[in-house]
Structure formats: structure tokens, C-alpha cells
């Protein structure tokens, strides 16, 4: 392989995991205004194998494409006007979002300002286990619902990427924090902050919860309209499932709750906040597995399974 190509997973079909192949591309240049990332992690989130099933990114982008959103690596180069970064310079970030950044290859180019310089003394795997998901947190509580301190806050799904990370912003926020999640994980969340858990295995939370201000629910379906009913009068419900008819608009109104459908976009405070966070002390990301680039057909299908604990990763660099 020369310098002016690279590896990179790209698929020509929708399908199962198989269906993605390490090739020799070319490298991409950065443009005006991007930077060129040599990308020594990328994050797995479930947006990956949604739109290698479905054989289409969320904008309409057709096969044949390169996954991934997350990248965790090193400024190779710069393009015309960048002056927030130069080579050399250890980067993070959830590039073009929800159009394809093409993160499971070893180069990325992409707006400057889609990156953020990485959280001092975090590694590659982990900061590549964070722009999504944390951004989606960081959106959800701070951005959308406006979380304040004292405030009770419902998360669904709390050992996941999403929700292990919402846990600890809502905490690092001063909220009282509620998840649900099964049992085995309970231990894990109270370490992360969790001020009461729910099994959801065995345990009604619509039965349970109560005077909530902020949902985050990242089940939807039937879990949107049960979580209705645990929000107070002037609540939020964000949901990160796109809305379909069960979605309970009308219901919220209703009720005098707000029910909200909210998509991540790139952000660059975003990410420098999270970085603040975790240079502080009050965010730490936890890592599944990480797999080597080639092995991503493993990493889809062991997220696949859903009994993930926080981020499956890939390994790029050497």
C-alpha cells in the first residue's frame, strides 16, 4: 500500500456483517476548511449496523459506502483556513453526522470544526468510544431537556453507550438520576452515579417512577407512552428513536408534557464540554470490546446480541 491509498471496510450489499470487506482505497485530502485525521479508533454504535442492514445511511446515501461515525485520532494534514488545529494535534469527533464520515477506514477528512482536541490522559479507544454516544447524552439532557440541579431524571437503558453516559452528565448536571436496567448491571451504574435503578426484567418502572422531569429513551415503542406517565406536569421526554405511530405527541399534550424526537448533530462545544468532563473527573466511558479493523463483522454482530455493557470499539492504527 502506498501513501496515496489506505484500508478501509466498505460493503456493496445490504446485509449481515459478512457482507463487509477490508479494501485498498484511495486517500481522502482535505478540503478547505477540513482537517485529514489518520484514525487510530473508531467507535461501533447501533447506527452502523442498522445502515448495513438496510443498505442506506439515514440521508439517502446508496451502497456502495464505508460505516462509521466515530473517530478518535492524529491531524495528518489541514486544509485552506483551519486554524484550530495543526499536524500532530490528537482529535476526537462524530464527523458529518448523519451523513457517512467513513470512519472505519484509516484516514477520515472532514470539517475542522466537527472535531475537538481529545480529553487529556484519555487513550484512542476511549475517546473513540465517546463522540456519538456522548454527544447524543450531552444533546438529550443539556440541549433539549435543559436539565437542571435537583431535577429527577428517568434513563432508559442505562448500561448502554447512550445511557451510561447520560447517567454520568445528568449526575455532573446535579440531578437525581433514575435507570433501568438488569440487575446485574445495577452495581456498574451505582459506581457511575445512579441514584436508583430499575430491573426492568421484574420491575414496572411505569408502576414505580414518579414527579419525573426529563425521560431519555433510547426503547421506544411501548416504553414512550408508559414513560408519560412518570413525568410531572411541565416534563420532557426526549426520545432518540425517530417517531413512528406509537410515538405519544398528542398524549403529552395532553397531560402538559412535552414529547420530543431528537437527532445528534456534530458539535464542537459539545465535545469540548465532554472533554471537560472527562478531564475532570465526572465522565468516564466504559469499553465492551474493542476489535481490530478487520474484525468488524465480529463487532456488529457481537452489538448485534444487545447484551453490551457501554462501547464495542475498533482498533485502526497499528
Known sequence: MDQATMRALTQDTAGSPDVLRLVETPRPRPDRGEILVRVHAAGVNPADWKTRERG????????????????????????DGVTLFRPGDAVFGMPRFPHPAGAYAEYVAAPARHFAPTPRGLGHIEAGALPLA?????QALVDTAGVRPGDRVLIHAAAG????????????????????????KHELLRSLGADELIDYRTQDFAGTVRDVDV????????SWARSLRTLRPGGTLV???????????????????????????????GLRAIA???????????????????????????????????KIVLSVAP
Do not use: C, N
Not at 456502495?64 to 473517530?71: A, K
Not at 456522548?134 to 450531552?138: D, I, N, P, S
Not at 453507550?161 to 440487575?183: D, E, N, P, S
Not at 428513536?241 to 445528534?264: I, K, S
Open 134 to 138: 456522548a454527544l447524543t447524552a450531552w
Open 215 to 222: 425521560v431519555v429513551d433510547g426503547i421506544g415503542g411501548p
Open 161 to 184: 453507550g447512550v445511557g451510561h453516559l447520560a447517567v454520568q452528565i445528568a449526575k455532573a448536571r446535579g440531578a437525581y438520576v433514575i435507570g433501568t436496567a438488569g440487575a446485574a
Open 56 to 79: 442506506v445511511f439515514a440521508d439517502g446515501t446508496a451502497l456502495p459506502f464505508t460505516l462509521g461515525f466515530d473517530v478518535s485520532g492524529v491531524v495528518e494534514a489541514v486544509g
Open 276 to 310: 471537560s468532563l472527562v478531564e475532570d473527573g465526572h465522565l468516564r466511558v466504559i469499553v465492551d470490546e474493542v476489535f481490530p479493523l478487520e474484525e468488524a463483522a465480529k463487532a456488529h454482530a457481537h452489538g448485534e446480541t444487545g447484551r453490551t455493557t457501554g
Open 239 to 269: 426520545s432518540l428513536l425517530p417517531p413512528d405511530d406509537a410515538f405519544p405527541a398528542e398524549e403529552a399534550e395532553a397531560v402538559g408534557v412535552r414529547a420530543v424526537f431528537m437527532l445528534v448533530e456534530p458539535d464542537h462545544a
